[in-house]
Each structure stands twice: as C-alpha cells, then as structure tokens.
C-alpha cells in the first residue's frame, strides 16, 4: 500500500491526520501549505503524485475559510500533478448548517462549498456526521458520511449505564432522527428538548417531551457551537428531575466562550470527537476529546483497495 497511497495534511488538523497514518502505517505525505506576504495560500506538494491514490485531510472548521480555500488549492495542486484519484477527506465539513434557504435572499453555503470542492478537482469526499445527510446530494461525486456513534458508545460513562436508566435527548426537532438511531441501539428511552432559537447565538429550551425524572441523560448532536442548544437543554433535563447529564456531540467547534460555558453549565461530561483539534485554551475538564483516527483509518484504507465501506455505516438514522 506504501508505494500506491499518499495522504496529506492541511494546517486544521495535523494530529488527526498522523494518527491516521500511523494505522495506515504511512508517513503523512510532504507538502508546503504556509501563506504569501500578502495572505494568499500558498502550497507545493513535496512528492510525486502522478498516478497515486491521494487523500487530504482538512477539516473545514475554524479559521473557517483559511481552512477551506487551503483545501481547495491542495486539490487543485495535486490534479495539476496528475494524481490518479482525489478523495477530500473532511472529518468536520464546514458551512453545512445553510444548507436550504429558510428566509428570503439567503445563500446555501452548502451547496456553494460542494460546487467549490467538485471543481477544484476531488474524485470523492469522505467525512463524518454532516449536519444533514442530504448534503451529499449537493456533490456531484461520490460521499461517504461516516458515523461517530461507536466511538461515543465505547466510551466508559456511557457503557456502564444501565439501558433502563437511560434516555436519549435531542436537544431540537431537527436532531430526532440521529436520538431515535442511539435510542434503538442502546435500547434506551428517547426524549426532546423543544428548543426555540431566539438569536444566532442563543436558545431557550421550553418544554421536554419524554420521561426524564430520575434518568441518566445523553444528549446525542453534530455540533456544539456556541453551546446554547447544549447547555440550554441540560438545564431543562435537570430541572425535569434528570440525575445526570452527558452529552455526545460530535464536532466541537466551541465558538466563543463555549468550553467555559460549558464548564459551568449543568452537563456533568460533554464527549467531542477529534474531527476538530481542541485548542489547549478550550481544554476543560468536562470535555473529553474520543478520537475519530481508527474510522478513518479503516474507510480510507478500504476505498484504496475498493472494498465496501458498508461495513463501517452500521448505524443510519431513519
Ligand atoms: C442545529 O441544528 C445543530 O444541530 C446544533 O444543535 C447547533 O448548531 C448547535 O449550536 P449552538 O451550540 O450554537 O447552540
């Protein structure tokens, strides 16, 4: 596999992609990606490509368009030296919370990023938990959208509650589907915030629909961002007789103070994944970082040697 396969790093997430070498038992491939006197991104692919099955790995998180426009010319780099195939691998895919247009004269940025990322030359894209599974429709390539939910449900705290004393919240309407997933599959009960969002940056939980007195709670979710949906909910959860509240979020982009609104907030364990590396300024000690390596590790390796990656999509929320 050594001589046929080349994975790059863009500057978002240099640690994720090393351990995903490591597994793949590659070095992370050599390339410039620094910046022009006046900002521009600047990048030379250190090795030769031509003919190789080449992945990249960069994360669309913050500095958000540093990240993006870095990801773009890499792709556009690596095609103009002949690589054989392209697969953009994104494990936080950036811009995908407008992805339809919900007032007047708004854009899709969704839609917009998957034009972008088509014609900078990728083959496919490979990334975990998009904020909706429909924005794989907006490629016109191949997307695999892996799933975080083994990680998280490996994870200490969660394995040692008893199904009986849990239930699963989503902490809107809009995330019942992927609560509903986890519920089947820890065979727990399953309940809902009724979030109303009264700014861009904050949320009121009014009600909770389910049985929460007395249960361990597990809000399940793609993002925490501001952390209002989050914290908003663990509020209500404790109000309405929860004895704890963990929380599962998938990409921890903790904008703004979020990791310290978090940290006093009423959730007792908020587990990320490391599809966002965490700043040594976000670290807190109810924030616990599950890392996403080994998945994909195993999906990169198997679309290399065009095997099925079903396999690894065992949980699809319906
Ligand atoms: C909303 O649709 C998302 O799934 C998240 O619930 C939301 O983006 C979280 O944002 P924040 O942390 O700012 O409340």
Redesign the pocket.
């Known amino acids: 596999m050594v001589n046929s396969i080349s994975v790059f790093s863009g500057n978002s997430n240099p640690d994720l992609c090393q351990k995903i070498c490591d597994m793949i038992k590659v070095k992370p491939a050599p390339a410039l990606i620094s910046r022009f006197s006046d900002g521009e991104v600047r990048v030379k692919i250190e090795e030769n490509v031509r003919g190789k099955d080449v992945f990249v790995v960069q994360s669309t998180s913050s500095p958000v368009n540093e990240n993006l426009m870095e990801l773009l010319i890499m792709i556009d780099a690596l095609r103009r030296a002949s690589a054989k195939r392209i697969t953009a691998v994104i494990p936080y895919f950036g811009y995908a919370?407008q992805d339809r247009k919900d007032q007047p004269r708004v854009p899709i940025t969704a839609k917009l990023v998957a034009n972008l990322i088509d014609n900078a030359g990728a083959n496919r894209v490979l990334t975990m938990d998009l904020?909706a599974g429909q924005i794989q429709g907006f490629f016109d390539i191949p997307v695999d959208n892996l799933y975080a939910v083994n990680a998280f449900l490996d994870y200490s705290s969660i394995k040692s509650v008893n199904s009986a004393d849990l239930v699963v919240v989503s902490?809107?309407v809009?995330?019942i589907k992927i609560a509903r997933a986890y519920a089947k599959r820890l065979g727990a009960g399953l309940a809902i915030v009724d979030k109303r969002?009264v700014s861009?940056?904050?949320?009121e939980a009014m009600h909770i629909l389910g049985e929460v007195d007395g249960k361990i709670a597990l809000i399940v979710?793609?993002?925490?961002?501001?952390?209002?949906?989050?914290?908003?909910g663990a509020r209500a959860l404790k109000k309405f007789g929860a004895k704890k509240v963990y929380a599962a979020i998938s990409h921890g982009?903790l904008?703004k103070d979020?990791a310290d609104r978090v940290e006093n907030s009423d959730i007792d364990e908020l587990l990320i994944t490391d599809s966002i590396a965490l700043s040594e300024e976000k670290k807190r000690s109810k924030i616990k970082v599950i890392s996403v390596a080994s998945l994909f590790a195993e999906a990169i390796q198997r679309i290399h040697l065009e095997k099925s990656i079903s396999i690894l999509f065992d949980f699809v929320p319906q």
Do not use: C, K, Q
């Open positions: 919370r904020h902490p809107d809009g995330g969002r861009p940056d904050s949320t979710d793609d993002i925490i961002a501001t952390g209002s949906s989050l914290i908003e982009v904008s979020a």
